[in-house]
């Protein structure tokens, strides 16, 4: 009967001190090779780098630390649970009514610090993925917006398709991928090397086609996983790309579903209920069909899997039987063996299990990694040197092209004095709005020189009329901040909306509420 006493305790405190200081360097190097080995590391290290910088914050390696510290806890509170398991079944054979008592006290002693450690685990846990996504999602945003790339990336070669998406899903998977995946990793680790150990001495000799292998069960179950992943892992492999036209496929589906609702109004003049039907039915349906595909490939993969582990369920005790019943062992080492062959069993099996979660992973990498990369190439862009001029436009040599190189506006001389104003005439398509573009800054293939007033100084109208999402008050001082309610009110009246100054406050879809005109 294995006894627990305060001196077994101490032991397991020191052990889960000292495994989770070899983790964490061992997490270190095993993380900084990956990222300098691999693509998807390089990836994973160019998105997470940032985050984990100690000059920026200590606090998510702080976090990291700890969320290490409580998960190696929980593989040590496991070890003790299975030497419970050893002793408490022990003295169920040997009918010994005291030690069973004192084994369902430690049994209540080791329930609270299971409850315990997983409580905590899971607030750390969340905190920290809470804490990450909010840094991200501010970063990816600013990356984003800043220097025009959310307009300019139409101009890039490949595009990132979807950044709504990216912003508001991809970047939580990752958060919450990166962590389930690289601890889970790490605890299958520590519990591969932990329990191996109680299973080597738990395992006796094993006579395979007239040979007998020392602990032949350890050897047995490492081979039995080797295979099986190997198996696993060729089944599993088209799940990578599956997954990420997953997501680019629903992602294409919900745009649509957005611009039908962005230009009802348009689209019921037109009539274009059917067309618009038609486009919504054809991006469903290849959503569907790969939909599909993921279903037939999960089945051979998961179906292989729940296969291989519920195989992996009878071995011990069907290896354990024969020197449980000569009587060279007790009811407690069978029991124990099962759990440690468990144990082991799950944490060779962590990769190819997850295997479906790491082809997700990939998918999600390829994708931000992809946003990132395009808005880099978006602000790389030529963009045309404008000199602030508070008081006059002034244009020198400007010559402005398609994107194919053709010639649009050539040796533009312009000078434009205050009170003055210029009328631009010409076909369609010939290039008014993109002449407008090149003075805005927004249009890359341009040349030239350019002086006009900047920032507040400036404000270039388009075609169509943007409303922002909120109030009624913010929409009128958009994009500056709000003046007092006299001029709102007073701004109102002189364009004939005065029936709107009740309104200020009020916030709606001002876009689908106003008409063209009025907006």
């Known amino acids: 009967m ?52 100690p000059r920026r914050s200590r606090r998510p390696l702080a976090m990291l630390a700890l969320i290490l510290l409580l998960s190696i806890a929980s593989v040590r509170l496991d070890v003790v649970f299975s030497y419970w398991n050893n002793g408490f079944y022990d003295s169920i054979q040997s009918m010994k009514q005291d030690a069973f008592w004192f084994f369902m006290k430690v049994f209540g002693l080791i329930a609270s610090l299971m409850v315990l450690q997983a409580l905590i685990a899971y607030f750390v846990a969340q905190a920290f993925e809470i804490h990450w996504r909010s840094w991200m999602n501010d970063r990816l945003t600013d990356d984003w917006l800043a220097d025009d790339a959310f307009y300019r990336a139409q101009f890039v070669a490949a595009p990132g398709d979807n950044p709504d998406q990216r912003i508001q899903v991809d970047i939580g998977s990752f958060v919450n991928s990166t962590r389930t995946l690289a601890l889970g990793a790490v605890s299958s680790i520590v519990s591969l090397v932990t329990f191996t150990a109680i299973l080597w001495g738990l395992s006796g000799p094993l006579p395979i086609a007239g040979v007998v292998v020392p602990r032949g069960m350890v050897f047995l179950v490492y081979l039995y996983v080797l295979i099986a992943s190997v198996v696993a892992f060729r089944l599993g492999r088209p799940l990578i790309r599956l997954s990420f036209m997953g997501e680019k496929l629903s992602a294409d589906f919900r745009y649509a579903l957005i611009r039908l609702r962005e230009y009802a109004e348009n689209i019921a003049f037109y009539h274009g209920e059917a067309n618009e039907r038609q486009t919504l039915a054809q991006r469903f349906a290849a959503y569907i069909a790969n939909l599909w595909a993921i279903v037939f490939r999960t089945l051979k993969f998961d179906g292989f899997n729940l296969v291989v582990t519920q195989t992996a369920v009878v071995f011990p005790f069907l290896i354990q039987a024969p020197r449980f019943f000569s009587g060279a062992i007790k009811l407690g080492d069978v029991i124990q063996t099962a759990q440690a062959f468990g144990q082991v069993h799950d944490a060779l099996s962590f990769f190819r299990n997850s295997y479906d979660g790491f082809a997700g992973y990939r998918a999600v990498l390829d994708r931000l990694s992809g946003f990132v990369a395009a808005n880099a190439t978006s602000r790389a862009l030529p963009r045309i040197a404008i000199d602030a001029r508070p008081d006059a436009l002034a244009i020198e040599a400007l010559q402005v092209r398609r994107p194919n190189g053709a010639l649009l506006v050539q040796d533009l001389n312009l000078a434009l004095g205050p009170g003055r104003s210029l009328l631009v005439q010409g076909a369609s398509g010939v290039g008014k709005t993109t002449l407008l573009r090149a003075l805005a800054g927004l249009w890359p293939y341009v040349e030239g020189k350019v002086q006009r007033p900047v920032g507040a100084q400036a404000l270039f109208l388009p075609q169509r009329p943007y409303l922002p999402l909120g109030s009624l008050r913010t929409a009128l001082a958009y994009p500056g901040p709000t003046p007092d309610d006299d001029r709102l009110r007073s701004a109102l009246q002189n364009v004939q909306l005065g029936h709107l100054q009740p309104h200020l406050d009020e916030v709606a879809d001002w876009s689908g509420r106003l008409s063209l005109g009025e907006q």
Request: charged fraction near 15%; proline fraction near 2%.
């Open 2 to 53: 294995h006894d627990f006493n305060a001196e077994e305790w101490t032991r397991s405190l020191i052990w889960i001190i000292q495994t989770w200081f070899i983790a964490g360097i061992g997490f270190v190097v095993a993380t900084a090779l990956v990222a300098r080995l691999t693509h998807w590391g390089r990836q994973f290290w160019a998105l997470a780098r940032p985050y984990f910088d």
